[in-house]
C-alpha cells in the first residue's frame, strides 16, 4: 500500500489549500481514508474521513463547515479541501488507510493500517 500526500505549504489565515492523497495497493473493497493532523505538543488529531463503500464521510468538531473531503475514485486520490484556514490549524498532515472499514465515524477511522509521509501545512496570523 502506497499513500503520497501532496498541497501543502504557507497560507495566511483565512486561506485556503487544497490537500491530496493518492493511493494505490489497497488490498480490500472495504476502506476508509482519513486525514490526520499532528503539531508540536498537541496530540494527533483525526480530522476527516470518507469510506470507499458509500462515500460516507466523518469531520471532528473543530473542522466542520470549513473542510471538505471528496474522493476521485478513477484517480484513486482523496482530497482535503480546506477553506477559512486559522493558525491553529498549522501542523503535518497525514492520510491513513483504515482497512476493512464501511462506514465512516470518528471510530472507525481512528484505526489506521497504512499512513503516508505527511505534508506540511503553516497557517500564519
Known amino acids: 500500500v502506497q499513500l503520497v500526500e501532496s498541497g501543502g505549504g504557507l497560507v495566511q489565515s483565512g486561506g485556503s489549500l487544497r490537500l491530496s492523497c493518492a493511493h494505490s495497493?489497497?488490498?480490500?473493497?472495504?476502506?476508509?481514508i482519513a486525514w490526520f493532523r499532528q503539531s508540536p505538543g498537541k496530540e494527533r488529531e483525526g480530522v476527516s474521513c470518507?469510506?470507499?463503500?458509500?462515500?460516507?464521510?466523518y469531520y471532528a468538531d473543530s473542522v466542520k463547515g470549513r473542510f471538505t473531503i471528496s474522493s476521485d475514485s478513477a484517480k484513486n486520490t482523496v482530497y482535503l479541501q480546506m477553506d477559512r484556514l486559522k493558525p491553529e490549524d498549522t501542523a503535518v498532515y497525514f492520510c491513513?488507510?483504515?482497512?476493512?472499514?464501511?462506514?465512516?465515524?470518528?471510530?472507525?477511522?481512528?484505526?489506521?493500517?497504512?499512513w503516508g509521509q505527511g505534508t506540511q501545512v503553516t497557517v500564519s496570523s
Open positions: 470518507i469510506s470507499r463503500n458509500d462515500g460516507n464521510t
Open positions: 495497493g489497497i488490498p480490500f473493497d472495504d476502506y476508509a
Open positions: 491513513t488507510v483504515a482497512l476493512g472499514v464501511v462506514i465512516a465515524t470518528s471510530d472507525t477511522c481512528r484505526r489506521s493500517d497504512y
